[in-house]
């Protein structure tokens, strides 16, 4: 049986004024566009198309609550970093994060990067952000399934040095279901921050 039987879509919010009460704990899920983020949401809560997947990076504009069962949920951040997106776009993005803090059920972030990428420049801003607001972070470092085994821990070895001690990291497949558990232990492992 699914870890999280009861989850369900909540809603969907443009602006801070429509988030939902602030209850319970909330855990964000955040990634560059095309990173692989509604993938992993789907694998690691056991629901075939929960998150919408796309293959037009940059599609989900607004922020998406998932409920994983009451007093439990989990946000869809908006993918960042996609170039293509237009300054109006950047600043709803912007303002939208900026919004996040004050949330005080708030007390977790997943961060998913390519593992083929690495840690950029803007999942490094990402995570100090979150680290201010007092957040634990896990990064899942996506698409493994496209890496041999010996790469694949090169690149958790050199994830790790970047992201240091606080920042706990793992590798992750959604297609070959590489990681799974281990995500879903870390996600419960951050409800209870
Ligand atoms: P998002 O934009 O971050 O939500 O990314 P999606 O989940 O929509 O995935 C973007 C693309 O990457 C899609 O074509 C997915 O099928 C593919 N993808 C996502 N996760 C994985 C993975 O673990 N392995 C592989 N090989 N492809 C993946």
Not at 65 to 77: A, N, Q, S, V
Request: contains cysteine; hydrophobic residues 40%.
């Amino acid at each position: 049986m699914s870890l999280f039987p009861k989850v369900r879509f909540l809603l969907s919010v443009a602006g801070a004024d429509q988030f939902p009460p602030d209850e319970g704990r909330e855990v964000a899920f955040a990634g560059r566009s095309n990173a692989g983020k509604s993938s992993a949401i789907n694998t690691v809560l056991g629901r075939h198309a929960l998150a919408r997947t796309s293959r037009t990076p940059g599609r989900t504009k607004l922020l998406n609550f998932f409920e994983l069962e009451p007093g439990r949920r989990i946000i869809d951040l908006p993918g960042y970093g996609y170039a293509q997106a237009s300054p109006a776009e950047k600043r709803q993005w912007t303002a939208l994060i900026d919004s996040l803090p004050e949330r005080q059920c708030l007390c977790g972030l997943f961060l998913i990067v390519d593992i083929r990428r690495g840690i950029a420049d803007t999942d490094q801003q990402l995570i100090e952000w979150a680290a201010a607001a007092g957040w634990q972070v896990h990064v899942l470092l996506t698409k493994a399934d496209k890496l041999n085994q010996r790469d694949r821990a090169a690149a958790l070895k050199e994830a790790s040095k970047t992201l240091g001690a606080e920042v706990t990291a793992q590798v992750f497949s959604a297609p070959d279901g590489i990681g799974v558990q281990e995500a879903q232990k870390a996600l419960i492992r951050l409800f209870s921050s």
